[in-house]
């Protein structure tokens, strides 16, 4: 009964944690977007911080009122805002947050432009981050390994039970 609940048990989690590999790592690739983490509050409630955005290049011209996601100070940062106006002599656009009583300072320059949001997951951006991903899997790796020690024991330690039954 016992070796049926951890079975039950590592079944569940190897699900869950496909599931999220699914979620973060093929859809994205097959629908040809990428993940970036929200990390302000400026487009709540629409994209809150520490969901995830899955950004699509641009291939129609964007509009006022689109949606798009930038890279600000020199790529360090990555945002994502609302279009207020266009300009075609410089193209570029200024933005502003919905949650913002002001515009953003400055330009957003075309060449600045990754996309626009595709679709978007609440609260799972922290799985975007590098440092996350490497302590994920660390953790998956010493899991594998924990899990399967644990099943070579049970199973030693279950057929130990059948010979003493036999004998």
């Given at each position: ?10 079944a569940?989690?190897?699900f ?20 970036y ?8 409630p ?5 969901g995830?955005?899955?950004?699509k290049d ?17 790529g ?5 805002r ?9 193209d ?8 913002s ?11 600045n432009?990754?996309?626009?949001p ?18 994920l899997k ?7 390994i ?16 059948l010979r003493?039954?036999?004998?």
């Amino acid at each position: 009964m016992r070796n049926k609940k951890i079975t039950i048990l590592y079944a569940f989690l190897i699900f869950a944690l496909f599931l999220l590999a699914i979620f973060t790592i093929v859809i994205p690739k097959l629908l040809d977007v990428t993940p970036y983490v929200i990390s302000d509050s400026k487009m709540a409630p629409e994209y809150n911080k520490g969901g995830l955005v899955f950004v699509k290049d641009v291939r129609e011209p964007i509009h006022v009122g689109d949606t798009i996601t930038y890279y600000e100070n020199q790529g360090k940062a990555i945002k994502t805002r609302r279009v207020l106006a266009v300009d075609h002599n410089i193209d570029g656009y200024f933005v502003k947050g919905d949650n913002s009583d002001k515009a953003e300072m400055g330009l957003v320059h075309e060449r600045n432009l990754i996309g626009r949001p595709h679709f978007y997951l609440p609260y799972i951006g922290f799985l975007a981050d590098t440092k996350v991903m490497s302590i994920l899997k660390i953790s998956l790796f010493i899991g594998a390994i924990l899990m399967t020690l644990s099943t070579l024991l049970f199973q030693t330690e279950g057929k130990h039970k059948l010979r003493q039954q036999v004998d």
